[in-house]
């Protein structure tokens, strides 16, 4: 299988706890996006990486939030201190830089806050 | 502000004929443009797609058409099939090469197609 992974499908968390996603992109991609998913809302941006440099952040990722690609290769997501709010499906795609190419998506990481 | 909108949540379509999805946008940097396929437990999956150079693109039995003076594209599925019951989202690019690639999408629309 050569798209993205992610894992875990489902976390299911208190609140005030930490939880970390992560994403394996398509191997050849350079890029890795991170993207967040809420009932009836398309997937809103957070952050992307270009190999292991973090180019852009959204301002919907507060301080609580931070992502890394250590080598360039597969990414985590942590959420620290979660909240309610936190709860939705969380999404990673990759694609490649500087070609007219869509992104492709893995099948996310829904995360439940109590 | 929603600068990519899918102002019909939802869709139904009898089997055979022809569905169209609807989506306008607001910012004219937007310069490609994208639809995804989603269905229930999975990531949303790539479509079509058109550049703002072109007015139509097709692909089998999908067709996208691109209005650049009334910021409006559409989808068309002829012909639709039970298959193709998933919820549709619109994406649009700011300037592909230069912005990083990211995507911007709406708020997507559930097509129903009955058999």
């Known amino acids: 299988d050569t798209g993205v992974s992610q894992n875990p499908r489902h976390k299911i968390t208190k609140r005030g706890q930490n939880v970390t996603f992560r994403c394996d992109p398509i191997s050849e991609h350079n890029r890795l996006y991170w993207y967040r998913q809420t009932l009836g809302q398309g997937p809103e941006f957070l952050t992307y990486f270009q190999n292991e440099a973090q180019l852009e952040k959204s301002r919907l990722l507060s301080d609580r939030f931070s992502a890394e690609r250590p080598k360039g290769s597969f990414s985590t997501l942590e959420i620290q201190r979660t909240e309610q709010g936190d709860s939705a499906m969380y999404l990673c795609?990759?694609?490649?830089?500087?070609?007219?190419?869509?992104?492709?998506f893995g099948n996310g990481t829904r995360l439940t806050v109590t | 502000d929603q600068q990519v909108k899918q102002n019909s949540p939802s869709l139904s379509v009898q089997e055979g004929r022809i569905s169209i999805l609807n989506c306008d946008y607001t910012n004219s940097m937007f310069d490609y443009f994208l639809w995804y396929k989603k269905y229930p437990a999975e990531g949303p999956t790539f479509l079509i797609s058109?550049?703002?150079?072109?007015d139509k693109n097709e692909d089998g039995r999908f067709t996208v058409f691109l209005n650049k003076s009334a910021k409006h594209l559409s989808l068309h599925i002829v012909p639709s099939q039970p298959g193709d019951s998933a919820v549709y989202f619109c994406?649009?690019?700011?300037?592909?090469?230069?912005?990083?690639?990211?995507?911007?999408f709406g708020q997507g629309t559930e097509l129903s197609v009955k058999p």
């Open positions: 994406a649009a690019s700011p300037n592909l090469y230069n912005q990083g690639g990211k995507l911007i």
């Open positions: 795609a990759s694609g490649l830089q500087g070609g007219a190419m869509p992104l492709h």
């Open positions: 058109i550049s703002s150079i072109k």
